[in-house]
């Protein structure tokens, strides 16, 4: 099975701050990596799908990287409502693996 | 558009089995894989299993021996059948279109 290694599990950023969040894959996924957003009570939302594609939607504030096997989210200028859990997701192949997520919340 | 809606009963007992149904439009599920995710309250997000759109199925070892999916194609459902549920199989069961496409999702809990 490929483990996903998300770092850090928890957040506190000033608002106008820059965030990184990282994924770290255990073997090659190639450019199947997203990342969610998720809310308290509802689903994940998809921030960035094949590694470095901005959803739908999503501000561009929001960007996704990749060196090999580690991939990134950035969120640049931070602000109020970008609190929450964010989860990065292979499915590159079965069984799918997320990361165990990150908490970020404004100081 | 597309859209996913998970269904099914909100309350398990112990020892019983749960079924739930994904119920999807905007796509068919011939062309498309569905997933099944869930989440235990406070806790992340576990994959559970995918019906692939030529009707072979995946699922976590973990959850191997007491997971069912199928699928009706003529209704445009997906079906998750797990049988002895225990209390730590409570929680919020979403299906999903992977990457972009998540149900609302259904909370279960498993009480007596």
């Known amino acids: 099975d490929i483990q996903m290694t998300q770092s850090p599990a928890s957040l506190s950023a000033s608002l106008e701050e820059i965030v990184t969040i990282t994924c770290q894959a255990s073997?090659?996924?190639?450019?199947?990596l997203s990342w969610y957003q998720q809310k308290p009570g509802k689903s994940p939302q998809l921030l960035i799908h094949?590694?470095?594609s901005l959803a739908d939607g999503v501000p561009s504030r929001f960007s996704g990287s990749r060196s090999g096997t580690q991939y990134s989210l950035k969120i640049n200028r931070l602000q109020v409502e970008d609190t929450g859990i964010y989860y990065c997701?292979?499915?590159?192949?079965?069984?799918?693996?997320f990361g165990s997520g990150t908490k970020l919340e404004i100081k | 558009q597309v859209q996913l809606k998970e269904s099914g009963p909100g309350l398990v007992q112990p020892s019983q089995t749960l079924s739930l149904t994904c119920t999807v439009s905007?796509?068919?599920?011939?062309?498309?894989?569905v997933h099944w995710v869930r989440q235990p309250p406070g806790k992340g997000l576990e994959w559970m299993g995918r019906?692939?759109?030529?009707?072979?199925?995946s699922y976590n070892s973990a959850l191997k021996s007491r997971l069912s999916i199928s699928r009706d194609t003529s209704k445009n459902q997906v079906f998750l059948k797990m049988n002895s549920l225990q209390t730590d199989d409570t929680g919020t069961y979403y299906c999903?279109?992977?990457?972009?496409?998540w149900g609302q999702g259904v909370m279960v809990t498993v009480s007596s």
């Open positions: 999903t279109r992977v990457p972009i496409y």
């Open positions: 905007g796509f068919s599920l011939t062309s498309y894989n």
């Open positions: 019906m692939r759109y030529n009707g072979d199925t």
């Open positions: 073997q090659d996924i190639g450019n199947y």
């Open positions: 094949s590694a470095t």
């Open positions: 997701l292979q499915h590159y192949s079965a069984p799918l693996t």
